[in-house]
């Protein structure tokens, strides 16, 4: 049983970061335009002038950076969705006495771990360009994925 409920536990994330990953594939302006307004801090510069003069320098203007950032954060989502996909599938083939629960739990704890590192990451650079003046949503949208993947971490350990 503990297999069984480990699977949905990773499989939950990994059906909420595959539609992220499709969207952003499909749709890419939804997310990019928003990567792109963190990086540039224009809600700061807007709302916030005198605190922006003092971190200004942190800025990414270059339209051209902003594309590649935002493809690089796809092809993170994408390879862990992946992982998480194997991981779910090996813990459900486990859980059917088809594979080892050893290499299973292995697998799928590495796509958590990764899952926890996307969200941890996002909190941690979004951070440096002070995305808080803004994008309280997206900050506290990024620490619930984060305390997800680390509870899912936990859970898999067991």
Known sequence: MLLIAQTFA?????????TGVRDNILFPSMNEDVTANVLTMARMKE?????????????VKNREWQKTIFRLIVAAELITAIVMWVGVALLALSAAGY?????ARD????????????????????NHFSYWFGHEGAQNTHFQLLLWGLGTMIFLSV
Request: glycine share 2%; net charge positive; no cysteine.
């Open 47 to 59: 709302d916030y002038p005198k605190e922006y003069t003092r971190v200004a320098h942190r800025a």
């Open 10 to 18: 990773l499989l939950l994330p990994a059906l909420w970061l595959t």
């Open 99 to 103: 594979a080892l629960p050893s290499i």
């Open 107 to 126: 697998v799928a704890l590495l796509g958590a771990i990764m899952f926890t590192s996307v969200w941890a990451m996002f909190a941690v650079v979004r």
